[in-house]
């Protein structure tokens, strides 16, 4: 079977409606796992188009070769379709360099750098050692003195985002990264191009049809 059926059939085997996956976790993970909590995390700033119809969201590793190799190709899907947001999850399990990146990325956001970081990061190839991405970070224009003292300041509201992050991953069953969240579906593991597609039509398709209920 050819690598793009093997994606169709574990699409279909791994898709199951959100509000299904919150309803057998206990009550007080409730808020954890509400699409508001999922969808639109404050604390994470949405790429794509911030009023999009469908939400993207994307757990994932700066040092995950996979969300590396995908990454412009989902890009290209969101940029296409042109109503898609897109929220990136920092889900930091490859090792302290990922730790350290999550968090500098993150703290960029307070300077209205988040996105020319999390750019930076994911396009660079080769072992990322903390001297190295904060070379990338500082090239994507990214003040690190500030970033540095954006990190001590907000050090709780950060290990607050990382620790909802990961709680999240956990309950929704996911093991490596990247996983996404597609609408109302989760979807582990990677997808091509023309998958993405399809999970953003299915994801829609599933909305529209909540409405009509």
Same mark, same amino acid.
């Given at each position: 079977m050819k690598r793009s059926a093997l994606a169709c059939v574990a699409l279909a085997c791994v898709a199951f409606v959100l509000a299904a996956a919150v309803a057998p976790l206990r009550a007080e993970e409730d808020s954890l796992l509400s699409r508001d909590a999922v969808l639109r995390d404050a604390a994470i700033p949405a790429m794509g188009n911030p009023k999009g119809d469908i939400t993207i969201v994307e757990f994932f590793d700066y040092q995950c070769p996979h969300c590396k190799k995908l990454s412009p190709e989902l890009e290209q899907v969101i940029r296409e379709d042109g109503q898609v947001r897109l929220v990136m999850k920092d889900w930091p399990i490859l090792g302290p360099p990922s730790d350290v $990146?999550?968090?500098?990325?993150? $703290?960029?956001?307070?300077?209205?750098?988040?996105? $020319?970081?999390?750019?930076?990061?994911?396009?660079?190839?080769?072992?990322?050692?903390?001297?190295?991405?904060?070379?990338?970070? $500082?090239?994507?224009?990214?003040?690190?003195?500030?970033?540095?003292?954006?990190?001590?300041?907000?050090?709780?509201?950060?290990?607050?985002?990382?620790?909802?992050?990961?709680?999240?991953?956990?309950?929704?069953?996911?093991?490596?990264t990247p996983s996404f969240i597609i609408g109302t579906f989760r979807v582990p593991g990677v997808l091509e191009a023309a998958m993405f597609k399809r999970a953003i039509a299915d994801a829609r398709a599933a909305a529209a049809k909540g409405k009509k209920k």
């Open positions: $990146a999550a968090r500098l990325v993150l $703290a960029a956001r307070y300077q209205d750098k988040y996105e $020319a970081g999390h750019r930076a990061l994911m396009t660079f190839r080769g072992q990322l050692t903390e001297p190295v991405l904060r070379d990338a970070l $500082a090239k994507a224009g990214v003040d690190l003195v500030r970033a540095d003292a954006d990190l001590a300041t907000h050090r709780a509201e950060i290990d607050a985002l990382l620790k909802r992050n990961n709680a999240q991953a956990e309950a929704f069953g996911f093991f490596a």
